[in-house]
């Protein structure tokens, strides 16, 4: 609890020798008034949710207020100290951690639709050992709901804490607190693109794709035309060097160096073969077998599995069998998976070895992780929600009128289809914040999947064709 609660005016009530003391500072207080931002803000990447935070950014006199949380400072850089006579004293670190969130399942803003009243700080305020006259100051330290906040002025962002700050319309607020990055944009497009089928991969300039369904071809981000790698129809696309690793449905598992020699079957899979992941040399895949379902005349059931094989096509064990769905993403050192129950797919964690396998919810059609937390599709479709890796929340995020079909994400925004793919269907694309505001309809198209190359969102549109397995490839740009 101590890291949900707050660091700086915990640290106060701990010097003070009794209630009666705190009570006094606190009826002495100089109050201001405050608001709640409703621009976007990120920190070294990660985007806050404002609407669930306990402890959500605040404005006073226009300029952004951090809330000091232990999670906070440690994604920052501060380190933080305190004693009686001293008060807080704030001090740059060369290391900077992921910015984890603590948030509530409801909605929290609705508290904040009027002026809230915050506090100057009633002690002593060291940056950098140099001493803060609060009183004196045009954006002083402030306590908001007993978190002491602190003020992004140019004077303590670029000034005494070196970071590098940044504005846009669309993104909001953007803090990159560390020279070491903690939030890889290539890393995190990589993931997604991977989640959501694999037909589409980046490295450098160059992206690896799969745009009609009949081929692996690369194409540089500057312009140029398709270069033709194999004629495999490559999907779950994985650049690892100068290797692309790719499954084949009803074949196996290859690799091919990216200049389109070498090609070699690493995996013989004859029967369905879906989602591969390559991980610290290894590949972990779906495989599918289909059979006749008992007691009828027709009908396939799938019995598989998640394997784990070595780079080599060496050492290929089975991490865990059952009515496995096609999607399967690696986080950390986990594996989380869809399995079929008695009426849903299940969404399960397990570790990269197969063990402690925990169910965490019912009814999931599609998901992924974004920033430390899950995102999914419940509700038979309908309903989009986030939850904690560790199970313990669960965020309704958005309520749709159609089915929801995919899920991608990028700079602080969940895209998504919407729709169906009936004879008379149709679909859209769309994009929501993580926060589950600012709704907004980009495009139609019957996509069942999204992939990201840069801001350039690529997705195949099976309008004219009529069929998942038939497709042409769109594009498009987005801010």
């Known amino acids: 609890m101590w890291k949900k609660t707050i660091v700086f005016f915990g640290m106060l009530l701990i010097g003070l020798s009794s209630s009666s003391q705190v009570l006094d500072v606190q009826a002495n207080a100089v109050q201001v008034q405050v608001s709640i931002p409703t621009f976007p803000i990120a920190v070294n990447g990660t985007y806050m949710d404002v609407n669930h935070n306990e402890y959500p950014p605040l404005l006073y006199k226009d300029v952004t207020y951090s809330p000091m949380t232990w999670k906070n400072t440690s994604a920052l850089g501060l380190s933080v100290s305190w004693d009686a006579v001293g008060g807080l004293s704030l001090q740059k670190k060369d290391a900077c951690t992921p910015l984890e969130q603590d948030l509530v399942p409801q909605t929290i803003s609705y508290e904040y639709d009027t002026i809230q009243t915050a506090e100057l700080t009633p002690f002593s305020v060291q940056v950098n050992g140099k001493s803060v006259d609060n009183v004196k100051e045009m954006y002083p330290i402030l306590l908001f ?84 790698l194999t004629g495999d129809n490559a999907r779950s696309i994985n650049v690892v060097g100068e ?192 926060d589950g505001s600012d709704f907004e309809k980009l495009t139609e198209a019957r996509a069942w999947s999204l992939y990201f190359a840069g801001k350039t969102l690529y997705f195949p549109n099976d309008t004219k064709l009529g069929g998942v397995g038939n497709y042409y490839f769109e594009h498009m740009d987005v801010e």
């Open 243 to 434: 290797w692309l690793y790719y499954a084949v449905a009803n074949d196996g598992i290859y690799k091919i160096k990216t200049d389109g020699t070498q090609r070699s079957q690493i995996v013989d899979a004859p029967h369905a073969l879906n989602t591969i992941w390559v991980k610290d040399n290894s590949i972990y895949y779906v495989h599918q077998l289909f059979q006749v379902r008992e007691g009828t005349m027709g009908g396939n059931d799938r019995h598989n599995g998640i394997y784990k094989i070595n780079i080599d096509g060496t050492g290929d064990q089975l991490l865990v069998s059952g009515k496995i769905n096609y999607y399967m993403a690696l986080n950390g050192n986990k594996i989380y998976y869809l399995m079929e129950g008695e009426a849903t797919n299940n969404l399960y964690a397990m570790n990269l070895d197969g063990s402690e396998q925990v169910r965490l919810q019912a009814d999931v059609s599609r998901m992924t992780v974004i920033d430390g937390w899950i995102y999914m599709v419940q509700n038979n479709s309908y309903q989009l929600n986030k939850m904690s890796l560790d199970d313990s929340v669960v965020i309704p995020v958005y309520t749709a009128e159609k089915n929801i079909i995919a899920l991608s994400y990028r700079d602080g925004w969940i895209y998504l289809v919407r729709g169906s793919f009936g004879i008379q269907g149709a679909a859209t694309i769309e994009r929501i914040r993580v």
């Open 145 to 228: 709901r007993n978190i002491t906040y602190f003020p992004m002025t140019w004077r303590f962002t670029h000034d005494e804490f070196g970071w590098k700050t940044s504005w846009n319309t669309t993104r909001g607020l953007s803090i990159e607190s560390c020279e070491e990055k903690t939030h890889k944009p290539e890393q995190q497009n990589s993931f997604f693109n991977v989640t959501n089928g694999g037909l589409v991969a980046v490295q450098g300039d160059w992206i690896y794709m799969n745009p009609d369904g009949k081929k692996l071809v690369k194409v540089n981000k500057n312009g140029g035309e398709e270069i033709k």
